[in-house]
């Protein structure tokens, strides 16, 4: 099982980012697979999720409007595009999967089955 994160980088505010999850080794439809990410000092807290067989998606109310996740689902690749970023955005992005197999999964790092490499965004002028 792996989940490999890609797309971080170094972005003026306003500026926009597309992260990459790619996953493999497991069944992509029947997981939920998130984002979320850690700034220095502060604990890892969920920013999107979406679940592709049904379509559902879900957005932390900081990025709600500016970032939209989406699936490729013959690629088994979740993509999170952000949009105006923000200097408050910077953290160590990570992929994250939970299985639907015990049910709907909270969406929080407790409950996520396995996790990728991070990817850092820096947003700053």
């Known amino acids: 099982v792996q989940l490999q994160a890609s797309g971080g980088g170094l972005v003026q505010p306003g500026g926009s980012l597309r992260l990459s999850c790619a996953a493999s080794?497991?069944?992509?439809?029947?997981?939920?697979i998130g984002w979320f990410r850690q700034a220095p000092g502060k604990e890892r807290e969920g920013v999107s999720y979406?679940?592709?067989?049904?379509?559902?998606?879900y957005y932390a109310d900081s990025v709600k409007g500016r970032f939209t996740i989406s699936s490729d689902n013959a690629k088994n690749t979740v993509y999170l595009q952000m949009n105006s970023l923000k200097p408050e955005d910077t953290a160590v992005y990570y992929c994250?999967?939970?299985?639907?197999?015990?049910?709907?999964?909270?969406?929080?790092?407790?409950?996520?089955?396995?996790w990728g490499e991070g990817t850092q965004v820096t947003v700053s002028s």
């Open positions: 080794g497991f069944s992509f439809v029947d997981y939920v």
């Open positions: 994250a999967a939970a299985s639907l197999y015990r049910g709907w999964p909270s969406f929080i790092v407790a409950d996520m089955d396995y």
């Open positions: 979406i679940q592709s067989s049904v379509g559902t998606t």
